[in-house]
């Protein structure tokens, strides 16, 4: 059955209340902001990212990022300078290395409903808020401590500002618009480096070429623009350049050209790889979204200059889509730039549908919902007992089972109440409580994730030997012998040696050697020698050094790690 034609977009009364939009936002606060310190840090990408910046704030270089006191140049350093920022003022701890994703997300949202108010009205910037806040993709990156969260923010502040420049009622305001979305793609770039500019400037060429609106290039203000972008952006890259020689062809080439064009990362994957992560990040609108999809361009209307910011949205999430399909490197948070777009065109969308035919559409989901609540605890202990194996034991996965099933029951609820509610004609009550009950569900599963610490994080290791041993003593040398997990330098709160292992560190090994030692039989030399050294491997190779009889005396172990001393 297709869907009606969409009103024209109209002033619109507002859906609630100056209180109750209050009491909104600080239910959503409570929600957002609810479980930061609960989980342990895990590997990888948590434990870099909270190590870099820990290591800033104790050397007092915040030019040149270091990651176990070796440099590290793969991001630019802006999420490090907030993050130290965030430890100098409430000291070293999970939340405090997971502050920024979250305030980053928590603030996309409320940029995102400010901009759907200015553009069509209370209701649409509402719903725009609500879609995004409770979006499982973007809801869920930015409460792991990565660097997409603080990228998405910047440009989705760049959007949005687009957006409202094109949009003023007055020209005067158009430029002060456009500086500050130059200024937010500064800051994109300052966060993960050029896509925070090309994936703009793509999907503007994109959209022109689309559109035939070619006027836009005119409202731009490209050359004072460029001048904001380039006085926020350059200072960093020129200073970090000067000190250290080799970062701009590190940079520039390796981390841009080789990344897109080669595997070389080993980060693969098929040309649909993002199919399914859009999908899912979409729950729980995404049947709405594509019920929706061909009106969006369709029926988009126009402003007075001919700018139609729905189909820019639309342009602007299919070149960022198709960008990370295509290249060579894939990880699944890539696409998270574009989710806000996606939310502010769907906000207008739920705005102008009636009631009814909102319903029909989440029936389905919800249907679906209940019979994966009623099926999960079934079928729960036979998946795990498939994909268990000895480096993630089934204890743990079946201990997460719980957490699993409450954060589905609880969205499954909220779906059920919402579907319910839009029976009867009250939208906003309907769609504020699947949004809220779907972020609670994240929440839920997310917090649920800490069931899993013993193989994903060094901090239930390294409390077991402490509580048995005593403090590792912090004045001997510790190697990480043919592997690092990113979370050791972290919670052991001092720099480790890695032992025949390059990665990541490779550049940073190959500019400083001494940092790092090059064979497993240059660490024996000096392991034999030592009057008292720490050393982690996998079990693995615990095994084989000790049929070599390497002096060894264990001292604790898990799944993936073996953490030893020399005597």
Same mark, same amino acid.
């Given at each position: 059955m297709p869907l009606p034609p969409a009103p024209a977009p109209r002033p619109s009364v507002s859906p609630i209340t100056?209180?109750?939009?209050? *009491?909104?936002?600080? &239910?959503?606060?409570?929600?957002?902001?609810?479980?930061?310190?609960?989980? =342990?840090?895990?590997? /990888?990408?948590?434990?870099r990212y909270a190590e870099i910046p820990r290591e800033m704030t104790v050397t007092g270089d915040w030019v040149t990022p270091r990651l176990d006191g070796i440099k590290y140049f793969e991001k630019p350093a802006l999420q490090y300078w907030l993050t130290a920022a965030a430890y100098e003022a409430f000291g070293v701890h999970p939340w405090t290395a997971r502050l920024w994703p979250a305030l980053a997300g928590f603030l996309g949202?409320?940029?995102?409903?400010?901009?759907g108010l200015r553009l069509a009205g /209370?209701?649409?910037?509402?719903?725009?808020?609500? &879609?995004? $806040?409770?979006?499982?993709?973007?809801?869920?990156? *930015?409460?792991?401590?990565?660097?997409?969260?603080?990228? @998405?923010?910047?440009?989705?502040?760049?959007?949005?500002s687009l957006f409202l420049a094109q949009h003023a009622e007055h020209a005067g305001r158009r430029p002060a618009w456009m500086w500050a979305a130059w200024a937010a793609?500064?800051?994109? @770039?300052?966060?993960?480096?050029?896509? $925070?500019?090309?994936?703009?400037?793509?999907?503007?060429?994109?959209?022109?070429?689309?559109?035939?609106?070619?006027?836009?290039w005119r409202r731009l203000h490209v050359v004072s623009g460029a001048i904001v972008f380039l006085a926020i952006a350059a200072p960093w890259f020129v200073v970090v350049s000067l000190r250290n020689p080799g970062f701009f062809d590190f940079f520039f080439i390796h981390e841009h050209f080789t990344r897109f064009l080669t595997s070389e990362h080993r980060r693969t994957g098929p040309w649909w790889y993002f199919f399914p992560i859009l999908l899912v990040g979409l729950l729980p609108w995404v049947v709405v979204f594509f019920a929706t999809l061909p009106r969006m361009w369709r029926l988009a209307p126009d402003a007075a200059n001919g700018f139609n910011w729905q189909r820019f949205a639309l342009v602007w999430s299919a070149v960022i889509f198709v960008f990370f399909s295509a290249s060579g490197s894939k990880l699944p948070s890539y696409i998270l730039p574009v989710f806000p777009a996606l939310a502010l065109a769907l906000g207008l969308q739920l705005s102008a549908m009636p009631g009814a035919t909102l319903a029909r559409l989440t029936l389905p989901l919800v249907l679906a919902a209940g019979v994966l609540t009623l099926a999960l605890p079934l079928g729960y202990p036979a998946l795990v007992a498939r994909i268990a194996d000895q480096r993630q034991p089934a204890g743990p996965l079946l201990a997460y089972g719980p957490w699993i099933e409450t954060g589905l029951c609880v969205a499954f609820l909220g779906g059920a109440a919402g579907w319910w509610w839009l029976r009867r004609g009250r939208t906003t009550a309907a769609l504020l409580c699947i949004a809220l009950t779907a972020l609670a569900g994240v929440q839920?599963?997310?917090?649920?994730?800490?069931?899993? *610490?013993?193989?994903?994080?060094?901090?239930?290791?390294?409390? =077991?030997?402490? *509580?048995?041993?005593? /403090?590792?003593?912090?004045?001997? /040398?510790?190697?990480?012998?043919?592997?690092?997990?990113q979370t050791l330098p972290y919670y052991l709160g001092r720099l480790v040696v890695p032992v025949d292992y390059r990665d990541e560190l490779a550049f940073g090994i190959d500019s400083e050697p001494d940092k790092a030692l090059a064979t497993i039989g240059e660490w024996q030399r000096r392991w034999q020698t030592s009057e008292q050294a720490y050393a982690i491997m996998q079990p693995e190779e615990y095994e084989k050094l000790r049929q070599r009889e390497v002096p060894m005396v264990e001292l604790g172990r898990d799944p993936r790690r073996v953490v030893v001393s020399r005597r």
């Open positions: 100056r209180r109750g939009a209050w *009491a909104l936002l600080i &239910v959503f606060a409570l929600l957002w902001f609810s479980n930061l310190d609960y989980r =342990r840090l895990v590997h /990888p990408d948590e434990g949202v409320i940029f995102m409903g400010y901009v /209370p209701a649409a910037g509402l719903y725009a808020a609500a &879609v995004l $806040g409770s979006s499982l993709w973007y809801a869920g990156n *930015a409460h792991i401590l990565t660097l997409d969260a603080g990228l @998405t923010l910047w440009m989705s502040v760049g959007l949005g793609l500064a800051l994109a @770039t300052l966060s993960k480096g050029l896509i $925070g500019i090309v994936l703009p400037g793509t999907a503007v060429v994109a959209y022109s070429l689309a559109t035939r609106d070619w006027a836009l839920i599963v997310l917090a649920g994730y800490d069931e899993l *610490a013993e193989s994903r994080s060094t901090e239930p290791i390294l409390a =077991r030997i402490a *509580a048995a041993h005593g /403090p590792l003593r912090a004045d001997v /040398p510790f190697y990480a012998v043919r592997m690092y997990d």
